[in-house]
């Protein structure tokens, strides 16, 4: 068999039917989630005018996506994980009508300022708790689609289709946002999330691998367990976290859109989208052309390197510039996305993908949205600029203490 007949082979069994209304549904569904925090964001900072206000966004998230991902992770693992994920999704198509109407222009003239801003942390709060369980079901139930002969590069192609939604969603969001309104924009959303909705039922559901233990504590336990003894795991779960903790500018692209590079909301889309873009080139060459050695150094490389970026971007006033280094950032964050999803997906047997999933989620959401709360809290006493030099200079540091700290991960290779 010839290198072509291998390859052409290959993407055959990857992308079966089943596989494929899954990254179709998936790109939709998670196209419709990332245009809410650009227009949540943007909506937000124009009725408060407060940076604070977009730190407790990201925390209205993350309290209820950490507080429940452990028990939400066995939960996932006993659960028929299609039926889960239906539900997850109509659940957020509701939260997502919901903000639609509390962000229109009749929900300012009839309520005052702070009705809004906290019915705006009450909802999202209610995404965090779905996120909870989504998250780690859609991780968990990727394994079930392919053989595992496929799984790396169902990974890859998984995270190419994660990524051209996030490139996508922020865009169009600001997009909308700059020549029409947040209502129209909320409704393309929502039509999103519907049409992922029906692509998703056409995949069959699939059994449950795990019965496992009656108490959820125990199955928690089991999950943690297990990460803390895979000590590359472990390290490239934790150096994520405290890189993007520090690190992220998302939570305070509003503040720079609207103040000191004064694009407009049209330009907040494509600063957000910027990072994806990076991320999505670099995940796209990863996938023809996979790491093959050293990963642990290149993790601690690229890291580094998004801190760099996250510092050029805090200095410039220039649009063109501050969008390059976001996009340099995703670059870097791309490579780091292959190489930890990897070692997920490698090194985590089928019964404990629920579990394991969810202790990667608090890492995520940690960094993410306590990372969101973090650069708005730092803003606000330090100012704009200074926090996100500040957050820049944190992850390098993380990066040099991990390196030396921690040589299992350095020396790490799969």
Same mark, same amino acid.
């Given at each position: 068999? *010839?290198?072509?007949?291998?390859?052409?082979?290959?993407?055959?069994?990857?992308?079966?039917?089943?596989?494929?209304?899954?990254?179709?549904?998936?790109?939709?569904?998670?196209?419709?989630?990332?245009?809410?925090?650009?227009?949540?964001?943007?909506?937000?900072?124009?009725?408060?005018?407060?940076? =604070?206000?977009?730190?407790?966004?990201?925390?209205?998230?993350?309290? %209820?996506?950490i507080t429940l991902a452990l028990p939400a992770g066995v939960k996932v693992d006993r659960s028929n994980k299609h039926r889960l994920l239906s539900i997850c999704i109509l659940i957020y198509l509701l939260l997502a009508l919901c903000l639609l109407l509390v962000t229109s222009p009749w929900m300012e003239k009839q309520f005052h300022r702070p009705v809004v801003e906290w019915s705006i942390y009450a909802l999202v709060f209610g995404t965090g708790v779905v996120r909870a369980f989504s998250s780690s079901a859609l991780n968990s139930f990727l394994a079930q689609l392919v053989p595992a002969s496929s799984l790396v590069k169902?990974?890859?192609?998984?995270?190419? *289709?994660?990524?051209?939604?996030?490139?996508?969603?922020?865009?169009?969001?600001?997009?909308?946002?700059?020549?029409t309104n947040i209502t129209v924009a909320f409704s393309t959303a929502s039509c999103f999330i519907i049409i992922a909705f029906f692509?998703?039922?056409?995949?069959?559901?699939? %059994?449950?691998?795990?019965?496992?233990?009656?108490?959820?504590?125990?199955?928690?336990?089991?999950?943690?367990?297990?990460?803390?003894?895979?000590?590359? =795991?472990?390290?490239?779960?934790?150096?994520?976290?405290?890189?993007? =903790?520090?690190?992220?500018?998302?939570?305070?692209? %509003?503040?720079?859109?609207?103040?000191?590079?004064?694009?407009?909301?049209?330009?907040?889309?494509?600063?957000?989208?910027?990072?994806?873009?990076?991320?999505?080139?670099?995940?796209?060459?990863?996938?023809k052309y996979p790491l093959k050695k050293k990963q642990g150094k290149l993790l601690l490389s690229v890291v580094a390197g998004f801190g760099l970026c996250i510092l050029v971007f805090a200095i410039s006033k220039n649009f063109?510039?501050?969008?390059?280094?976001?996009?340099?950032?995703?670059?870097?964050?791309?490579?780091?996305?292959?190489?930890?999803?990897?070692?997920?997906?490698?090194f985590v047997p089928d019964e404990m993908r629920g579990r394991v999933s969810a202790v990667n989620s608090m890492f995520i959401n940690s960094s993410n949205e306590l990372g969101q709360f973090e650069s708005g809290v730092a803003a606000t006493l330090l100012g704009t600029v200074p926090s996100v030099i500040f957050g820049g200079c944190m992850t390098l540091l993380v990066v040099v203490f991990t390196w030396f700290k921690a040589p299992g991960l350095r020396k790490f290779e799969y």
């Amino acid at each position: 068999m *010839t290198g072509n007949e291998q390859s052409s082979r290959s993407i055959r069994t990857i992308i079966n039917a089943e596989f494929t209304w899954f990254i179709t549904s998936r790109i939709l569904f998670i196209a419709g989630l990332r245009m809410t925090p650009v227009l949540l964001g943007w909506r937000l900072y124009e009725l408060t005018g407060s940076k =604070l206000a977009l730190g407790i966004l990201g925390l209205s998230e993350v309290i %209820p996506a950490i507080t429940l991902a452990l028990p939400a992770g066995v939960k996932v693992d006993r659960s028929n994980k299609h039926r889960l994920l239906s539900i997850c999704i109509l659940i957020y198509l509701l939260l997502a009508l919901c903000l639609l109407l509390v962000t229109s222009p009749w929900m300012e003239k009839q309520f005052h300022r702070p009705v809004v801003e906290w019915s705006i942390y009450a909802l999202v709060f209610g995404t965090g708790v779905v996120r909870a369980f989504s998250s780690s079901a859609l991780n968990s139930f990727l394994a079930q689609l392919v053989p595992a002969s496929s799984l790396v590069k169902a990974v890859s192609v998984n995270s190419m *289709t994660w990524l051209a939604a996030a490139v996508a969603g922020p865009a169009l969001a600001g997009i909308l946002m700059a020549y029409t309104n947040i209502t129209v924009a909320f409704s393309t959303a929502s039509c999103f999330i519907i049409i992922a909705f029906f692509l998703f039922r056409k995949i069959k559901a699939k %059994p449950v691998v795990w019965q496992g233990t009656n108490k959820t504590w125990d199955g928690v336990k089991e999950g943690l367990k297990f990460v803390f003894t895979q000590k590359a =795991l472990l390290g490239a779960m934790s150096l994520d976290m405290f890189a993007v =903790l520090f690190g992220g500018a998302a939570a305070l692209l %509003p503040v720079f859109a609207n103040d000191i590079l004064q694009v407009g909301p049209q330009g907040l889309g494509w600063l957000v989208a910027a990072t994806y873009i990076g991320n999505f080139i670099a995940i796209a060459w990863l996938t023809k052309y996979p790491l093959k050695k050293k990963q642990g150094k290149l993790l601690l490389s690229v890291v580094a390197g998004f801190g760099l970026c996250i510092l050029v971007f805090a200095i410039s006033k220039n649009f063109w510039l501050s969008f390059a280094a976001l996009f340099i950032s995703g670059l870097f964050d791309g490579v780091s996305v292959i190489i930890r999803g990897t070692i997920v997906q490698l090194f985590v047997p089928d019964e404990m993908r629920g579990r394991v999933s969810a202790v990667n989620s608090m890492f995520i959401n940690s960094s993410n949205e306590l990372g969101q709360f973090e650069s708005g809290v730092a803003a606000t006493l330090l100012g704009t600029v200074p926090s996100v030099i500040f957050g820049g200079c944190m992850t390098l540091l993380v990066v040099v203490f991990t390196w030396f700290k921690a040589p299992g991960l350095r020396k790490f290779e799969y």
